[in-house]
């Protein structure tokens, strides 16, 4: 009986061990045959795996699409419509032109703009007896458009048209922290690159040690040249030593950035000056001073740029952060206040987030 048992147990012990060796011997069955046009797992004796396709091969990146102002602005679209929602909805009544002017001033439009656009809209739909609400609707959006019109919002890196001498083209980004220069600076890097521009960045934010590390992470993404001062260096030489090292590898163009904030407002005022200057006293020309502004501050913003628009002469805007800001309105009162266009648009926080502004797309964005 005993010895019934210990031949019961051998057995199962036997049978055991032969399925643990069988596993093995399966799986080292499996042979990775790496010279094939697509590697494969080949099959050894019974195993039945499936060979994936494509084991090895190296995922191929999907280039990702452009945002649109019609899918980024759905937060501004639905303040805008909110606001005008019911101006219109009764046809044209006493109170209508001072509804409208108040729906565009909520919308941050700013009030003496506001008070012109509510005029033209009134004075066109006076004329031509137009009533009906969809019709008054496309007034607005014309007159609008009308306004943002007429801009030339290309960038430049002609340094002949900007009165300089052959060498790289200088773009300076100025604004308040946290508006969004280094990021932008990063999108562009991407963008020109893509081009085929060759660039170097210029780490001019030396007011804390994060932006240089911060830039350095964009520059790396686009595997451009970087030039980085120390902290607490002074901003005017690292990008003039930027433009020298640009000049020196026959770079098109240098994006420079700087910083928002200074011991006082002053200073920073007088520094970005200084940064300009020194930027063209070697071999480079400054043919963009893009000030960039955050789209959530709306019209709070407006008298910090004006400031930077008094320091530096200004030739464009980079509004960010439109995507998820309630305040688009700020597009118009940027045009008619500073006089200057909006250029480019940052739509998120992504590589591939910054847009060309485009007038009449953005006005149907923030409508339909
Ligand atoms: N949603 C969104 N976020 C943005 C956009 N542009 C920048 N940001 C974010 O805004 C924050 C500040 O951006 P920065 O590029 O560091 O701003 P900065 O102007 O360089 O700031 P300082 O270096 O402090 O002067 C970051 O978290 C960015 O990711 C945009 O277009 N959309
Ligand atoms: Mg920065």
């Known amino acids: 009986?005993?010895?019934?048992?210990?031949?019961?147990?051998?057995?199962?012990?036997?049978?055991?061990?032969?399925?643990?060796?069988?596993?093995?011997?399966?799986?080292?069955?499996l042979v990775i045959d790496r010279d094939a046009d697509t590697p494969q797992i080949v099959e050894i004796g019974d195993v039945d795996l499936e060979a994936p396709a494509s084991a090895e091969a190296e995922p191929v990146a999907e280039p990702e699409p452009k945002p649109t102002f019609r899918d980024r602005l759905s937060t501004a679209r639905s303040s805008l419509s909110g606001f005008l929602g019911g101006v219109f909805s009764g046809g044209i009544t006493g109170d209508t032109w001072e509804s409208l002017e108040e729906a565009l001033i909520r919308a941050d439009i700013g009030v003496g703009t506001s008070t012109e656009i509510m005029e033209a809209v009134k004075a066109k739909a006076e004329a031509d007896e137009i009533t009906e609400s969809e019709l008054l609707?496309?007034?607005?959006?014309?007159?609008?458009?009308?306004?943002?019109?007429?801009?030339?919002?290309?960038?430049?890196?002609?340094?002949?048209?900007?009165?300089?001498?052959?060498?790289?083209?200088?773009?300076?980004?100025?604004?308040?922290?946290?508006?969004?220069?280094?990021?932008?600076?990063?999108?562009?890097?991407?963008?020109?690159?893509?081009?085929?521009?060759?660039?170097?960045?210029?780490?001019?934010?030396?007011?804390?040690?994060?932006?240089?590390?911060?830039?350095?992470?964009?520059?790396?993404?686009?595997?451009?040249?970087?030039?980085?001062?120390?902290?607490?260096?002074?901003?005017?030489?690292?990008?003039?030593?930027?433009?020298?090292?640009?000049?020196?590898?026959?770079?098109?163009l240098v994006l420079a950035d700087t910083a928002g904030r200074l011991q006082t407002k002053t200073n920073l005022m007088e520094e970005l000056s200084k940064v300009r200057r020194v930027a063209e006293k070697g071999a480079g020309t400054v043919t963009e001073t893009l000030l960039v502004i955050d789209a959530t501050t709306g019209q709070n913003g407006m008298s910090q740029a004006k400031q930077f628009a008094e320091?530096?002469?200004?030739?464009?805007?980079?509004?960010?952060?439109?995507?998820?800001?309630?305040?688009?309105?700020?597009?118009?009162?940027?045009?008619?206040?500073?006089?200057?266009?909006?250029?480019l648009v940052g739509l998120g926080e992504g590589i591939n987030d910054l847009v060309e502004f485009d007038e009449s797309e953005f006005v149907d964005a923030l409508f339909d």
């Open 311 to 343: 320091a530096v002469d200004v030739t464009g805007v980079v509004l960010t952060k439109l995507d998820g800001s309630a305040k688009g309105g700020i597009v118009v009162v940027i045009h008619s206040e500073l006089g200057v266009p909006v250029k």
């Open 137 to 252: 609707v496309s007034l607005v959006k014309a007159e609008l458009v009308d306004r943002l019109t007429g801009f030339d919002r290309s960038l430049s890196t002609d340094v002949g048209d900007a009165g300089g001498e052959p060498g790289p083209a200088v773009w300076l980004f100025v604004g308040v922290n946290g508006a969004g220069k280094t990021t932008t600076i990063g999108k562009l890097a991407s963008r020109e690159t893509a081009k085929g521009k060759s660039l170097v960045l210029a780490a001019g934010d030396t007011f804390r040690a994060a932006a240089a590390e911060q830039l350095t992470m964009w520059a790396e993404r686009s595997d451009v040249h970087i030039v980085r001062g120390a902290e607490g260096a002074d901003p005017s030489s690292v990008v003039f030593d930027a433009v020298e090292s640009a000049n020196a590898r026959n770079a098109d």
């Open 1 to 29: 009986m005993l010895f019934a048992f210990i031949i019961a147990i051998a057995a199962l012990v036997i049978i055991g061990a032969s399925f643990v060796v069988l596993r093995r011997d399966r799986n080292e069955g």
